[in-house]
Protein backbone atom coordinates (compact mmCIF):
# COMPACT_ATOMS: atom_id res chain seq x y z
CA UNK A 1 0.00 0.00 0.00
CA UNK A 2 1.33 3.30 -1.17
CA UNK A 3 2.09 5.74 2.04
CA UNK A 4 3.16 9.17 1.66
CA UNK A 5 5.39 11.05 4.13
CA UNK A 6 6.04 14.94 4.44
CA UNK A 7 8.62 16.08 6.90
CA UNK A 8 8.50 18.56 8.47
CA UNK A 9 5.02 18.63 9.31
CA UNK A 10 5.36 22.34 10.34
CA UNK A 11 8.27 25.08 9.34
CA UNK A 12 8.92 28.72 11.25
CA UNK A 13 11.41 30.69 9.41
CA UNK A 14 12.19 34.39 8.68
CA UNK A 15 12.33 36.13 5.59
CA UNK A 16 14.43 35.60 3.07
CA UNK A 17 15.52 32.35 3.79
CA UNK A 18 15.86 29.08 1.59
CA UNK A 19 13.83 26.13 2.18
CA UNK A 20 13.61 22.56 2.21
CA UNK A 21 10.20 20.70 2.31
CA UNK A 22 10.66 16.71 2.35
CA UNK A 23 8.49 14.12 0.70
CA UNK A 24 9.16 10.38 1.09
CA UNK A 25 6.62 7.52 -0.42
CA UNK A 26 7.10 3.28 0.10
CA UNK A 27 5.99 2.30 -3.93
CA UNK A 28 8.26 3.95 -6.38
CA UNK A 29 5.59 2.78 -9.15
CA UNK A 30 4.17 6.19 -9.52
CA UNK A 31 3.31 8.08 -12.75
CA UNK A 32 3.79 11.18 -11.26
CA UNK A 33 4.37 13.35 -8.43
CA UNK A 34 2.35 16.99 -7.87
CA UNK A 35 3.56 19.55 -5.40
CA UNK A 36 0.38 21.68 -3.96
CA UNK A 37 0.17 24.48 -1.45
CA UNK A 38 -3.13 24.92 0.65
CA UNK A 39 -3.80 28.15 1.98
CA UNK A 40 -6.44 28.39 5.15
CA UNK A 41 -10.03 26.72 4.21
CA UNK A 42 -9.12 26.58 0.84
CA UNK A 43 -8.70 24.39 -2.34
CA UNK A 44 -5.67 23.39 -3.47
CA UNK A 45 -3.10 24.95 -6.18
CA UNK A 46 -0.99 23.01 -7.99
CA UNK A 47 2.73 24.39 -8.15
CA UNK A 48 4.93 21.98 -9.82
CA UNK A 49 3.95 18.07 -11.37
CA UNK A 50 7.28 16.10 -12.16
CA UNK A 51 7.02 13.16 -14.70
CA UNK A 52 8.02 9.40 -13.04
CA UNK A 53 10.89 9.72 -15.52
CA UNK A 54 11.82 13.76 -14.78
CA UNK A 55 14.88 14.58 -12.17
CA UNK A 56 13.50 17.86 -11.60
CA UNK A 57 10.71 20.62 -12.29
CA UNK A 58 11.61 24.45 -11.74
CA UNK A 59 8.67 27.43 -11.39
CA UNK A 60 9.85 30.93 -10.62
CA UNK A 61 11.44 30.61 -6.54
CA UNK A 62 10.43 26.54 -6.62
CA UNK A 63 12.14 23.95 -7.31
CA UNK A 64 11.45 20.22 -7.03
CA UNK A 65 13.45 17.21 -7.41
CA UNK A 66 12.46 13.42 -7.75
CA UNK A 67 14.20 10.57 -6.89
CA UNK A 68 12.26 7.72 -7.89
CA UNK A 69 14.26 4.86 -7.41
CA UNK A 70 14.56 5.99 -3.31
CA UNK A 71 11.05 7.01 -3.03
CA UNK A 72 12.26 10.60 -2.57
CA UNK A 73 10.97 14.32 -3.44
CA UNK A 74 12.53 17.60 -2.41
CA UNK A 75 10.46 21.17 -3.09
CA UNK A 76 12.83 23.87 -2.34
CA UNK A 77 11.79 27.47 -2.47
CA UNK A 78 14.70 30.27 -2.62
CA UNK A 79 14.21 33.55 -0.72
CA UNK A 80 10.72 33.13 1.12
CA UNK A 81 8.46 35.58 1.73
CA UNK A 82 5.34 36.49 3.65
CA UNK A 83 3.19 35.72 1.14
CA UNK A 84 4.78 31.86 0.99
CA UNK A 85 3.19 31.05 4.33
CA UNK A 86 0.85 28.09 3.21
CA UNK A 87 0.66 24.16 3.94
CA UNK A 88 2.49 22.41 1.21
CA UNK A 89 1.22 19.22 0.21
CA UNK A 90 2.66 16.63 -1.98
CA UNK A 91 0.94 14.18 -3.87
CA UNK A 92 1.63 11.01 -6.19
CA UNK A 93 -0.08 9.98 -8.91
CA UNK A 94 -0.76 6.01 -9.42
CA UNK A 95 -4.67 6.91 -11.33
CA UNK A 96 -5.37 8.57 -8.11
CA UNK A 97 -3.64 11.05 -6.03
CA UNK A 98 -2.29 9.82 -2.29
CA UNK A 99 -1.13 12.87 -0.47
CA UNK A 100 0.85 12.99 2.56
CA UNK A 101 -0.19 15.19 5.52
CA UNK A 102 1.52 18.18 4.46
CA UNK A 103 4.47 20.81 5.56
CA UNK A 104 2.76 23.92 7.41
CA UNK A 105 4.82 26.79 6.88
CA UNK A 106 5.03 30.51 8.41
CA UNK A 107 7.45 33.01 7.07
CA UNK A 108 7.81 35.53 9.36
CA UNK A 109 8.68 39.48 8.24
CA UNK B 1 -14.63 30.53 -16.01
CA UNK B 2 -11.31 28.68 -16.48
CA UNK B 3 -11.68 26.61 -13.05
CA UNK B 4 -13.25 23.72 -11.37
CA UNK B 5 -16.12 25.04 -9.30
CA UNK B 6 -17.91 23.22 -6.48
CA UNK B 7 -21.58 24.65 -4.62
CA UNK B 8 -22.09 24.99 -2.05
CA UNK B 9 -18.86 26.46 -0.29
CA UNK B 10 -19.88 25.79 3.43
CA UNK B 11 -22.82 23.47 4.13
CA UNK B 12 -23.99 22.88 8.19
CA UNK B 13 -26.54 20.51 8.18
CA UNK B 14 -27.65 17.97 11.51
CA UNK B 15 -27.03 14.30 11.85
CA UNK B 16 -29.31 12.52 9.40
CA UNK B 17 -30.38 14.83 7.10
CA UNK B 18 -28.88 13.61 3.49
CA UNK B 19 -26.88 15.96 1.52
CA UNK B 20 -25.85 17.07 -2.07
CA UNK B 21 -22.90 18.46 -3.37
CA UNK B 22 -21.90 19.70 -7.26
CA UNK B 23 -18.73 19.88 -9.04
CA UNK B 24 -18.34 21.54 -12.56
CA UNK B 25 -14.72 20.40 -13.99
CA UNK B 26 -13.27 22.50 -16.61
CA UNK B 27 -14.88 21.84 -19.78
CA UNK B 28 -12.40 19.86 -21.95
CA UNK B 29 -11.46 17.71 -18.46
CA UNK B 30 -13.53 14.16 -19.08
CA UNK B 31 -11.76 12.61 -15.67
CA UNK B 32 -13.28 13.75 -12.62
CA UNK B 33 -12.27 13.06 -8.35
CA UNK B 34 -13.69 13.53 -5.71
CA UNK B 35 -11.30 13.53 -2.43
CA UNK B 36 -12.05 14.24 1.33
CA UNK B 37 -9.89 16.20 3.39
CA UNK B 38 -10.48 16.07 7.28
CA UNK B 39 -8.30 18.68 9.88
CA UNK B 40 -4.60 18.47 9.34
CA UNK B 41 -4.62 15.79 7.03
CA UNK B 42 -4.10 15.26 3.52
CA UNK B 43 -6.84 14.88 0.91
CA UNK B 44 -8.08 11.23 0.50
CA UNK B 45 -9.45 9.41 -2.61
CA UNK B 46 -13.00 8.58 -2.55
CA UNK B 47 -14.18 8.14 -6.58
CA UNK B 48 -13.16 8.72 -9.87
CA UNK B 49 -14.91 9.19 -13.20
CA UNK B 50 -14.09 8.94 -17.02
CA UNK B 51 -16.39 10.31 -18.90
CA UNK B 52 -20.22 9.29 -17.12
CA UNK B 53 -18.54 6.08 -15.98
CA UNK B 54 -17.66 5.72 -12.36
CA UNK B 55 -14.15 3.75 -12.65
CA UNK B 56 -13.52 3.29 -8.92
CA UNK B 57 -14.59 3.85 -5.53
CA UNK B 58 -12.40 3.82 -2.25
CA UNK B 59 -13.70 1.79 0.70
CA UNK B 60 -13.97 4.92 2.10
CA UNK B 61 -17.04 5.23 0.30
CA UNK B 62 -19.67 3.79 2.61
CA UNK B 63 -23.09 2.74 0.94
CA UNK B 64 -24.27 6.25 2.35
CA UNK B 65 -22.59 7.69 -0.11
CA UNK B 66 -23.50 7.92 -3.91
CA UNK B 67 -21.62 10.10 -6.69
CA UNK B 68 -23.35 10.83 -10.11
CA UNK B 69 -21.77 12.29 -12.96
CA UNK B 70 -25.08 11.50 -15.50
CA UNK B 71 -23.76 13.46 -18.86
CA UNK B 72 -20.14 13.15 -18.53
CA UNK B 73 -20.03 17.13 -17.36
CA UNK B 74 -20.52 18.28 -13.33
CA UNK B 75 -20.97 15.52 -10.92
CA UNK B 76 -22.57 15.13 -7.92
CA UNK B 77 -22.07 13.69 -4.46
CA UNK B 78 -24.83 12.70 -2.14
CA UNK B 79 -24.24 11.93 1.56
CA UNK B 80 -27.67 10.02 3.28
CA UNK B 81 -27.94 10.45 7.08
CA UNK B 82 -25.25 12.33 7.88
CA UNK B 83 -22.76 11.59 10.92
CA UNK B 84 -20.98 13.95 13.17
CA UNK B 85 -17.73 11.94 11.29
CA UNK B 86 -18.70 13.53 7.73
CA UNK B 87 -17.76 16.49 8.91
CA UNK B 88 -14.64 17.56 6.61
CA UNK B 89 -14.14 19.40 3.32
CA UNK B 90 -15.00 17.72 0.17
CA UNK B 91 -12.81 18.48 -2.92
CA UNK B 92 -13.17 18.06 -6.60
CA UNK B 93 -10.32 17.78 -9.01
CA UNK B 94 -10.63 17.24 -12.97
CA UNK B 95 -8.29 15.90 -15.68
CA UNK B 96 -8.05 15.38 -19.35
CA UNK B 97 -7.46 12.13 -20.79
CA UNK B 98 -5.49 13.66 -23.03
CA UNK B 99 -3.00 15.16 -20.96
CA UNK B 100 0.10 12.62 -20.62
CA UNK B 101 0.71 14.09 -17.75
CA UNK B 102 -2.74 13.78 -16.34
CA UNK B 103 -2.28 16.99 -14.07
CA UNK B 104 -5.16 17.12 -11.85
CA UNK B 105 -6.67 20.63 -11.25
CA UNK B 106 -8.78 21.57 -7.53
CA UNK B 107 -11.84 23.17 -7.06
CA UNK B 108 -12.14 25.28 -3.76
CA UNK B 109 -13.79 22.40 -1.38
CA UNK B 110 -16.93 21.84 0.06
CA UNK B 111 -16.42 22.38 3.77
CA UNK B 112 -19.34 20.27 5.59
CA UNK B 113 -20.30 20.49 9.48
CA UNK B 114 -22.48 17.84 10.69
CA UNK B 115 -24.10 19.32 13.99
Redesign the interface.
Known amino acids: KQEVTQIPAALSVPEGENLVLNCSFTDSAIYNLQWFRQDPGKGLTSLLLIQSSQREQTSGRLNASLDKSSGRSTLYIAASQPGDSATYLCAVDTDKLIFGTGTRLQVFP | DTG ?1 S ?1 DPRHKITKRGQNVTFRCDPISEHNRL ?1 W ?1 RQTL ?6 LT ?1 FQNEAQL ?1 KSRLLSDRFSAERPKGSFSTLEIQRTEQGDSAMY ?1 C ?1 SSSERDA ?9 T ?1 LTVL
Not at chain 2, 40 to 45: R, S, T
Not at chain 2, 101 to 109: L, M, R, T, V
Open positions: VQYYGQGPEFYELAYNEQFFGPGR
